[in-house]
């Protein structure tokens, strides 16, 4: 299913038609949850695969055999592509692991009543957009991003596929104060602290580890692990879908390395535009933290 120059626009939201279809998408809003799923939400290149791996060997205690024998996208699927009832079928784990990208009010009529597990996971979005104009540069299923300045302007305004960061991220984290199966965490709590992140996942799963199992998964799901790993750093994906001569899927995962791109100019459009979206979000973001700082995870993580 290549598709690779449809988009699909479903509720006013563009999706890549390269996975995603009208009848996937609908699907996704009608999925039946069990109350022992484990769903991963997060807007793109905000800690998505880094998570689908922590969440993956905590399951398994810390034992890393799954994450290198299966593909992430089938131990834990994409909720909203047509794939995902298929592999929920053939491959059969408990609990089920499954991701997405959908906006809250999408998925708030499937998940209510729901005692599933939602973590959800935000990224400063000065990184975030970084990051998604390099992936973008390489995936054939994204249109051209053209420069920076101009993928800088639809992310600011909600034109990227999956639609607005700012929607999604306060519509995801307004749901702490009533959800009490949604956990919020951070890529720049996993990067700063991942021993005591791990730990706060684990716990919210009901899976609490030994310290034996607790390294384990720090050290599974390091930057330098991930970009070793085949089954998560999308060198499986065929050259004709993702063009790795244009750069690497597990590229840098650096706080604040925005400041890459963005000119002063950029940065003070931002910020005013961050500033009117989010007056009424009381949530705060790391920019960027002093090398001295960085205190556990000197390897890095993953975008």
């Known amino acids: 299913m290549a598709r690779l120059d449809v988009t699909e626009t479903f509720h006013g939201i563009t999706f890549p038609g390269h996975l995603h279809t009208q009848d996937s998408l609908q699907s996704a809003l009608r999925f039946p949850f069990q109350d022992t799923d484990i769903l991963i939400v997060s807007y793109p290149k905000s800690g998505t695969t880094w998570m689908q791996e922590i969440v993956t060997l905590i399951c398994n205690r810390g034992d890393p055999h799954v994450c290198q ?13 047509h794939y995902c009832a298929m592999v929920l079928e ?37 990184d975030v957009v970084v ?14 991003p053209g420069s920076f300045q101009d993928f800088l302007n639809q992310f600011l305004d909600g034109r990227s596929y999956y639609g607005s960061w700012f929607d999604h991220v306060k519509g995801w984290t307004r749901q702490t104060e009533t959800m009490s199966n949604l956990l919020h965490i951070t890529y720049e709590e996993m990067s700063l602290d991942p021993h005591c992140a791990v730990e706060k996942i684990s716990a919210f799963l009901q899976r609490p580890l030994v310290e034996e199992e607790l390294n384990s998964c720090l050290k599974h799901s390091s930057f330098s692990s991930m970009k070793n790993n085949t089954m998560v750093n999308c060198t499986l994906i065929s050259p004709e879908i993702m063009d790795h001569s244009k750069g690497c899927f597990m590229r840098k995962g650096e706080l604040g390395n925005w400041k890459s791109l963005f000119t002063d100019e950029q940065n003070q459009h931002f910020e005013s535009v961050f500033s009117s979206r989010m007056q009424d979000c009381s949530l705060k973001f790391v920019w960027d933290v002093p090398h001295e700082n960085r205190i556990c995870n000197k390897e890095g993580n993953p975008n």
């Open 69 to 81: 024998t299966v593909p992430n996208w089938t131990r834990a699927p994409w909720l909203e592509q």
């Open 131 to 144: 990051s998604y104009y390099h992936f973008c540069k390489m995936a054939k299923f994204f249109p051209d």
């Open 90 to 126: 053939k491959y059969p784990l408990n609990p089920r692991v499954i991701t997405t990208h959908l906006p809250q009010h999408l998925l708030e009529p499937a998940l209510q009543g729901s005692k599933a597990k939602v973590i959800y996971v935000s990224r400063n979005p000065k």
